[in-house]
C-alpha cells in the first residue's frame, strides 16, 4: 500500500485521527516506536471525550476496563468543599471514565486497526524539505516501511515530543508556571468521596494533589514548584512519599497505603507551538501544544484536535490532499479553533489556580444564607455551578457567556469573602 498521508505516533491523537480517517477511506500509515511508560498522566477524562469514542464504536469497549467518572470534588486547605456534577445541563454528556490509560491508548490504536489503518512499529525519522513539501521523511525511514513514493502529507502525533517543530525550528510558548507532579498507584488508600469514580482535587499547603479511582486502585499525584519539589526529597519516591505524609488534607487517608506501582514524575506544563502546520504537515494533539493537567483536558484535547483535522480537512475526502490552498485553509481553520480550546481551559484552569473559583462559591455561600428564602436566590446558585460544573466537563469550555458570566461575577460580584489570593494555589517554595 502507497499511503495518503501518514502519521508519526500512535497515542491518543494519533490512533484517533487515523481511525478517523480510515472511516472516511483515506490510506493511513502509522508509525509507533512502541515505547511507552506503564503510567502516562490522563488517566481522568472530560465527559466531552465521550461522543468521540461513540462515533469510533469503542465505548462499550473503554466502560468495560474504566471506572464511571460522575463529577470532581475540589478540597481546599481553607477548609472548602465544592462537589461538581457532571450533566447538570440538558443535553450535555453527564459523566466521563477514569481510565487505565496504556489499555485506552491500545482500543484506540486497535479500532484504528480494524477500520483499515496499517502501523508499523519504527521510530520514524524527519528532516528538512523544500517549499513544496516543508518536511519529509528521510530514506532509511522509507525504507523500513517499504514506501517506494513519500506520502502526500505528513501529521505529527509525536506528543510532546513536538518532532516536527524542534525539526523546523519552531518556536512555542510556555504557561506561567514551573511546576512538576509525582504520582502512583495504590491500593488501600481511603476514599470516602461518594458517589463512586468521584475524582479528588485537594489545594494543598504547598501545590495540588489528584485522586483517581480505578478498578481496583487510586491513582494519587501531588503537583508542587519544581523548587518547592527539591526540599522534599531526594528521589521521586522520598518527595511523593513526604507529600503524602505531611500535607493534611492527604496524610489521613494514605495511613495504610501501599503503593503498587513506580512513582513516575510529569513535567513541562502549558506550552503551545507558534505555528501548527506547514507544506506537507501539521501537528496534531500534544505536538502542537498541551494543557495544565489540572481539570483534565489534556486527553480530550489530543482527540478534538484528531476531530477538527478530520472536519475541517478530510471530510472532504481523499481528494483534499491534492490541493495545497484547500488543504492549508482547512488546517488554519482547525488551528484557529485549537488556539481557542487552550486559551479557554487556560482561562478556566487559572480561576482554579489563583483562587477565583472559591471565592465565588464563598460569596454564593453567603449570599444564600443572607437572603435564605428570597425568589431567585436558588436559581442563581444553580446557574453558576451549572455553567462551572459544564466548562470543566468540556461542554461550555469556550461558550463566550459561560466564560463572561465567570469573568463578571470575579470582577463585580465578589462580597464578605475571603480574596482570591487566599485560595490561590501557592507556587513559592516552603
Known amino acids: 500500500m502507497t499511503p495518503d498521508l501518514a502519521i508519526l505516533g500512535a497515542g491518543p491523537a494519533g490512533s484517533t485521527l487515523a481511525a478517523l480517517l480510515a472511516q472516511r477511506g483515506f490510506k493511513v500509515l502509522v508509525f509507533d516506536d512502541a515505547k511507552r511508560p506503564d503510567l502516562l498522566v490522563g488517566e481522568s477524562l472530560v465527559p466531552a471525550t465521550v461522543p468521540v469514542m461513540r462515533r469510533l464504536g469503542i ?4 466502560a468495560a476496563y474504566s471506572q464511571r467518572k460522575p463529577g470532581v470534588t475540589f478540597l481546599h486547605r481553607q477548609g472548602t468543599r465544592l462537589d461538581f456534577t457532571f450533566g447538570v445541563v440538558a443535553g450535555t454528556v453527564p459523566y466521563a471514565y477514569n481510565i487505565p490509560r496504556p489499555q485506552f491508548d491500545d482500543t484506540l490504536r486497535e479500532r484504528a486497526e480494524e477500520l483499515g489503518a496499517r502501523f508499523i512499529t519504527h521510530r520514524a525519522a524527519v528532516a528538512k524539505g523544500d517549499d513544496s513539501r516543508e518536511i519529509r521523511l528521510t530514506a532509511e525511514t522509507l525504507a523500513a516501511a517499504g514506501l517506494t513514493e513519500h506520502p502526500k502529507l505528513l501529521i505529527d ?26 504520582f502512583a498507584h495504590y491500593e488501600d488508600f481511603e476514599h470516602p468521596f461518594p458517589p463512586e ?12 494533589s489528584w485522586r483517581i479511582p480505578l478498578p481496583g486502585r487510586l491513582s494519587v499525584g501531588v503537583v508542587v514548584h519544581k523548587e ?84 475541517h480537512v478530510f471530510a472532504k475526502g481523499p481528494g483534499v490532499l491534492d490541493s495545497p ?15 481557542d480550546w487552550h486559551e479557554s481551559w487556560r482561562e478556566l484552569i487559572r480561576h482554579f489556580y489563583d483562587g477565583g473559583i472559591f471565592s465565588i462559591y464563598e460569596t454564593g455561600t453567603n449570599f444564600s444564607a443572607q437572603f435564605k428564602g428570597w425568589p431567585g436566590i436558588r436559581f442563581v446558585e ?44 501557592l507556587p513559592a517554595c516552603p
Open 59 to 62: 465505548e462499550e469497549r473503554v
Open 157 to 182: 502525533a509525536t506528543g510532546r515530543a513536538r518532532s516536527f517543530a524542534r525539526t523546523l525550528e519552531i518556536g512555542a510558548k510556555s504557561g506561567d508556571r514551573s511546576d512538576v507532579a509525582y
Open 197 to 208: 469514580g468521584q475524582v479528588v482535587i485537594s489545594i494543598l499547603d504547598h501545590g495540588w
Open 228 to 311: 518547592a519539589a527539591k526540599t522534599y526529597g531526594d528521589t521521586a519516591e522520598e518527595r511523593l512519599e513526604h507529600a503524602l505524609k505531611t500535607e493534611p488534607l492527604l496524610k489521613e487517608h494514605a495511613k495504610r497505603a501501599k503503593r503498587i506501582t513506580p512513582v513516575m514524575t510529569y513535567t513541562n506544563y502549558q506550552l503551545v507551538s507558534d505555528r501548527g502546520h506547514g507544506p506537507g504537515w501539521a501537528a496534531c494533539g500534544d505536538s502542537f501544544g498541551f494543557v495544565d493537567p489540572m481539570l483534565s483536558p489534556g486527553l480530550f484535547m489530543a482527540l478534538e484536535s484528531a476531530r477538527l483535522f478530520d472536519e
Open 325 to 339: 490552498e484547500i488543504l492549508a485553509a482547512g488546517f488554519a481553520a482547525a488551528e484557529v479553533e485549537l488556539h
Open 382 to 425: 444553580d446557574h453558576m455551578t451549572k455553567h462551572i460544573a459544564s466548562m470543566a466537563s468540556g461542554a461550555f469550555t469556550r461558550r463566550k457567556y459561560s466564560r463572561g458570566l465567570v469573568n463578571f461575577m470575579r470582577q463585580h460580584m465578589l462580597r464578605n469573602c475571603r480574596p482570591p489570593e487566599d485560595y490561590a494555589v
